[in-house]
């Protein structure tokens, strides 16, 4: 097996600066440059402007979370509808907070 199979390639980071870490250590352990471009940071909405809108939308199926931000952040608003997510660490996540996950992939 190739020990870097990324040697020479360099590899755009888009992810926020203070979750970029994992991924550029495991982009630069399998020999790749990591370029470090956070074109996002996630940040909490003021909680009452989050509650005000959430009152006016119907209650949810289910919920599709997408990061371990859309837990963080958004989880406490879905109420009990199931809970959908994409990736381990979302996963992982929603289960630290307490939740189950009904759905994976």
């Known amino acids: 097996m190739n020990e870097a ?5 360099g590899v755009l980071v ?11 250590d495991a ?3 399998r020999g790749g440059i990591a370029i470090r471009f956070p074109v996002i940071e996630a940040q909490p ?3 009452d402007d989050v509650v005000a809108v ?11 979370l997408v990061s371990v931000n859309a837990v963080r952040y958004g989880l406490r608003f879905v109420g ?14 929603v289960q630290a ?4 996950v009904d759905l994976s992939r």
């Open 27 to 29: 982009i630069e352990a």
């Open 54 to 64: 959430a009152q006016t939308l119907r209650v949810p199926d289910i919920a599709i």
């Open 5 to 9: 199979p990324l040697r020479g390639l």
């Open 97 to 100: 907070s307490g939740r189950d």
């Open 45 to 47: 909405i003021a909680q």
């Open 14 to 24: 888009t992810r926020p600066e203070r979750q970029a870490d994992g991924l550029v």
């Open 80 to 93: 009990n509808a199931s809970v959908a997510v994409v990736g381990p660490a979302t996963a992982s996540a």
